[in-house]
């Protein structure tokens, strides 16, 4: 069983920055993608961020430039970097793993980010 535990979020001032941090804990694959999804209130979930286990990443277009996703592959864990922030970005913030040999997916609990103008 897998289990994704996220960390970082809190309150801070447009223009300020914040660092998120997911640790996977369990049965983990090392070939995978983990990523960073967003759930404003009254909105759909969205993908801000992805990262394969080989590096390769996407960004939302509305956090381009702003925003750095990194992994850790040993430690399992996934960081987002958010300098830049803007009241819009104020969501909570969900951890995601994906597996596309095992076809697993697992999501963390989320962690709240709010930003005041």
């Known amino acids: 069983q897998v289990r994704l535990v996220e960390s970082g979020g809190g309150l801070a001032q447009a223009g300020g920055s914040l660092r998120l941090s997911c640790a996977a804990s369990?049965?983990?694959?090392?070939?995978?993608?983990m990523g960073w999804y967003r759930q404003a209130p009254g909105k759909q979930r969205e993908l801000v961020a992805a990262?394969?286990?080989?590096?390769?990443?996407d960004y939302a277009g509305s956090v381009k430039g702003r925003f750095t996703i990194s992994r850790d592959n040993a430690k399992n864990t996934v960081y987002l970097q958010m300098n830049s922030l803007k009241p819009e970005d104020t969501a909570v913030y969900y951890c995601?793993?994906?597996?596309?040999?095992?076809?697993?997916?697992?999501w963390g609990q989320g962690t709240q980010v709010t930003v005041s103008p």
């Open positions: 990262i394969s286990s080989g590096g390769t990443m």
């Open positions: 995601n793993l994906d597996s596309r040999f095992t076809r697993s997916n697992y």
């Open positions: 369990g049965s983990i694959v090392g070939i995978n993608v």
